[in-house]
């Protein structure tokens, strides 16, 4: 029975730790490393994706069809839990390693992604000795120390290359940047657009803009509604032209949301990803707009509205 070095250690949600333990990963629910806790098998996996948006679906279609039983539509409202856990199986391409124990010379990369509200996590790639790829995610504990020690060992093993919370608040140093107002300025990095409050890099927000969510859902929400309304109509007798106006006015709101809900609030955008920038002017005001592609269904506009119409420019010559 044995404990990990301090520096090797981190917390997860889960209330387990991650142990970097004689060249091995070792996962468990102590801060010691037990001989019980170094068994592994790097061929078994499970595939969650599939079985993730079965219930999906069979939870969406269970609440439409209480929704058109009781005629009580807010709670339509519950498909939103639905469609947010969609955003977490965009990204699970590659069947779980189910073995809380690996080797680190088995990992080929890591990708940390940014949560809100400090829940971050690491996407670990890992490829057995048949050369079979697979996935473990690491949820790390909600807390910065925590987060700025994982980070610090994936550094150290070559694994995360750049400094994705700016650990030691270098990243924006003696780097141009455009003043947007007299508490945020634009920075045009090598690979990156930052939008910064008080000079500070800004934490990594989510890899699905919060809009796409909110484009699907109201999209169901319409698709119901119009679904349930239409049966309602057509199993009255008589027909009542009342219902057919409703029905109407709800497919002249189905394209609202591609219009209204292409707007990001992001302050990290990969230059790689910028489709478009422009300036609009209206109002006397000037809005610099980035037109950048999304991870989900549709590119996104993040617009900065800035004080100086010359910043705004030089800005825009930056990014062209």
Known sequence: METSSFNKVFSLQSGEYCHFYNELVVINDRTLVEKRDLNMDMNKTADYKKLRLAVNVLFTLSILTMVIITGFYPLALLVFVSVWNLKNIKRQNLPTLVSDCFPVKNISSARFIGGKLGFNEIDLTIVNDQGKEMTKVLKLYDSKEETMKAIGIFQHLGLIQDN???INKTILVNQKSFKISATENLYVLENEVVISKKNEYPERGEFVGINNIIFLFVQLLLTGAICIKTYQTFIKDPLHVADFVVILLLLLLYPL??????????DLIQRKDVLKTYIQEKKG??????EFKSDWYFPLKRKILFEDAAEAKAALDELK
């Open 257 to 266: 949301p591609f219009k209204y809900f292409n707007k990001s609030t992001a």
């Open 285 to 290: 005001k000037n809005t610099l707009v980035i």
């Open 164 to 166: 994705p919370l700016d």
